[in-house]
Antibody
Framework: QVQLVESGGGLVKPGGSLRLSCAAS????????MNWIRQAPGKGLEWIAN????????DYADSVKGRFTISRDNAKNSLYLQMNSLRAEDTAVYYC????????WGQGTLVTVSS | EIVLTQSPGTLSLSPGERATLSCRAS???????LTWYQQKPGQAPRLLIY???NRATGIPDRFSGSGSGTDFTLTISRLEPEDFAVYYC?????????FGQGTKLEIK
C-alpha cells in the first residue's frame, strides 16, 4: 500500500539549515507530482513546494522561495526538502503529500526553529 | 491571489445531525478544482472529496461535496462520533495550492 514517511526534523537555531526526507513506498515516485505542506502549531495548512514527476518543474510558495529547495531521487523513491536560513516562523510540522489531490500524506516531521 | 474563506469557524452539533460546511472563493475557480480534507488531532490530513464532488477511495457516502464557481459545500448527512475533526478546503492552480483556514466540527 501507499506509504510516505518523513524524517529529518528537529531543533535548529535561527539562520540554520535542515534537510527533510520523505521515503515513498507502494508506488513509483516518478509517476507523481509530490508536495511539501507545513502546519505551524495550532494553525492551518500551508503548501510550500512541489516537484513534477521527472523533477523538471519545481514551484514554491513566496514564504520559502529562495530559502528552501525541493528535490527528489526517483531511483530511491525519495523526496527531499533542503531548508536554509531558517526563521522562527518556519516552526511547523512538515508533511509530504502525493499528487495534485494530495491523496496520501505522511505522518509529518516537526521542525522547531529556536535559539 | 485567490483566498478561500471557510464558515463557520466552529460548528457544534450532535451525533446523528447533519453538518453543512461552506468554502467561499474570492474569485471563480476554474475546473472545479476544489478539494476537502479532514484532520483529527495529532494526525495528518485525509483526502475526503476532490473535484468538488468526488469522494476519495474509502470515504463513506455520508460525506458529499457540491458547488461551483465561488461557493462550495461539504455535507455530512448523519454525523458519526469519528467525524468530529477539523475540515479544510483547498484549491490548486498551475503552480500553487491554497487552503482555507479550516472549520472545526465539535460535539455539542
Amino acid at each position: 500500500q501507499v506509504q510516505l514517511v518523513e524524517s529529518g526534523g528537529g531543533l535548529v537555531k535561527p539562520g540554520g539549515s535542515l534537510r527533510l526526507s520523505c521515503a515513498a513506498s507502494g508506488f513509483p515516485l516518478s509517476d507523481y507530482y509530490m508536495n511539501w505542506i507545513r502546519q505551524a502549531p495550532g494553525k492551518g495548512l500551508e503548501w510550500i513546494a512541489n516537484s513534477s514527476g521527472g523533477d523538471s518543474n519545481r514551484d514554491y510558495a513566496d514564504s520559502v522561495k529562495g530559502r528552501f529547495t525541493i528535490s527528489r531521487d526517483n531511483a530511491k523513491n525519495s523526496l527531499y526538502l533542503q531548508m536554509n536560513s531558517l526563521r522562527a516562523e518556519d516552526t511547523a510540522v512538515y508533511y509530504c503529500a502525493r499528487g495534485a489531490n494530495l491523496d496520501h500524506w505522511g505522518q509529518g516531521t516537526l521542525v522547531t526553529v529556536s535559539s | 491571489e485567490i483566498v478561500l474563506t471557510q464558515s463557520p469557524g466552529t460548528l457544534s452539533l450532535s451525533p446523528g445531525e447533519r453538518a453543512t460546511l461552506s468554502c467561499r472563493a474570492s474569485q471563480s475557480l476554474t475546473g472545479r478544482y476544489l478539494t476537502w480534507y479532514q484532520q483529527k488531532p495529532g494526525q495528518a490530513p485525509r483526502l475526503l472529496i476532490y473535484g468538488a464532488s468526488n469522494r476519495a477511495t474509502g470515504i463513506p457516502d455520508r460525506f458529499s461535496g457540491s458547488g461551483s464557481g465561488t461557493d462550495f459545500t461539504l455535507t455530512i448527512s448523519r454525523l458519526e462520533p469519528e467525524d468530529f475533526a477539523v475540515y479544510y478546503c483547498q484549491h490548486y492552480g498551475i503552480s500553487w495550492y491554497i487552503f482555507g483556514q479550516g472549520t472545526k466540527l465539535e460535539i455539542k
